[in-house]
Structure formats: structure tokens, C-alpha cells
């Protein structure tokens, strides 16, 4: 399928699904913004604070075009595969990206963590759309640089990974839009070892390659 056609797709997907993350925060208690996740340590505002960081700082100019750069983009299977080899940052960084959210969800205000969702979110997703689904950005400090149209794929995977950790631990049914939880499920078909993978699928073998991601 076309890059523009996959961007564009991919981009809806993420402004439903930080649609449904600002709907679900408007009207939470405080009881059930301090209940624990199962993310060790992180209570639902804490899940807010780590992911809410995405719409807050896209929603801002992209940072410089890198297709100048020596370096090739990845794709975000292998950006995947390669935070979270061991030893990747996914455990290097892992205590520093708790702490981080712990003391997010501290600093900001409810209200906040909603408005980067419902505010922020629409205007992050603008942007992006006002820009090619090629262009070459860093992907956070990981020292890769990846398309939009793969950074975008990264995103939305965090987005509903981390929108069902909240629904879950709320007791709500997993309302996750379709095509985000489409895309999420084939991205992480995709970084496991495909022979494990279809094997352990369809019931040909009892080694199973997940999890994927720490």
C-alpha cells in the first residue's frame, strides 16, 4: 500500500485512539486515577503523565528533516527489536522512564493530563498531516532516525498498548479503536521471530516468542 495512503490511515488511528484517552480522563475520580496499574509502580496517572508526553511535544514544529543524514531510517520493527534487545534501553532506561512518569503525573494537574489529549492531540495530529509521510526525524534518543510514517506506527503502538493498561485497571471493557488495535497487533507480530511466531500460532510448537517488548 501506498506510504501516503498507510500514513494517513495511521494518523486517523492515533487521533481516535488519544480521543478516547481524553474521554475516558474527563470523567475520572480521584480514586481511580491513583488505582495501580500493571505497569509496576504506575497508577493510572502516571500512565497518563508517560504517555501524554507524545500529543504535548508533537503538537509543536517537527524537529529537522534528517534525509540528509548518513545515517538510513529503520523501520519501526526494527526499532522495536532493537530497544528491546537485552541490554537495549528498554531495560537501561527503563527506571529512569518510571521515575519520569511518577513525577509527571505529580507535577501535572488532572485537568493537564486530559487537556494534552483533547487539545494538544488534535493539533499534533495536524501537523503531522501537513507533512510527508517520508520525511527522516530521530526517533526520541534511541540514535535511530525512522520515516513519520514509521514514527507514527511507533506512536499509535503506544498508544494502545497503554490505553488498554488504563482500561484494565479501571475494570472497562478494552474499547480500543479497530484499526489501531489492527495495526498494533500486526506490528508486534512482525518483531517476533516470524518462524517462532507462525509455529507457536498454529499450534505447532509450545515455545512461544513472547513477549516481544520488556
Known sequence: MDDVVVYRDRLDALERTWRVWAELGTDLTEEQWTAATRCPGWDVAAVYAHHSTFPRDMDGPLPPSM??????????????????????????????????????????????????????????????????????????????????????????????????????ALGRPPLVPPQALGDTARLLAEVAPPVDFIEAATGRSARSPLPVLR
Open 67 to 168: 534525509s540528509s543524514s548518513l545515517e538510513e531510517p529503520v523501520t519501526a520493527v526494527e526499532a522495536l527489536r532493537r530497544f528491546n534487545a537485552p541490554g537495549g534501553l528498554a531495560y537501561a532506561a527503563a527506571e529512569a522512564v518510571a521515575d519520569r512518569a511518577v513525577s509527571g503525573a505529580a507535577e501535572a494537574g488532572r485537568g493537564e493530563l486530559v487537556e494534552r489529549f483533547a487539545v494538544r492531540g488534535p493539533g499534533a495530529v495536524r501537523r503531522l498531516r501537513a507533512a510527508e509521510a517520508t520525511r527522516v526525524v530521530p526517533w526520541g534518543g534511541t540514535g535511530v532516525v525512522v520515516e513519520l510514517v514509521e514514527a507514527v506506527r511507533l506512536v499509535l503502538l503506544e498508544a494502545t498498548v497503554h490505553l488498554l493498561d488504563v482500561q484494565r
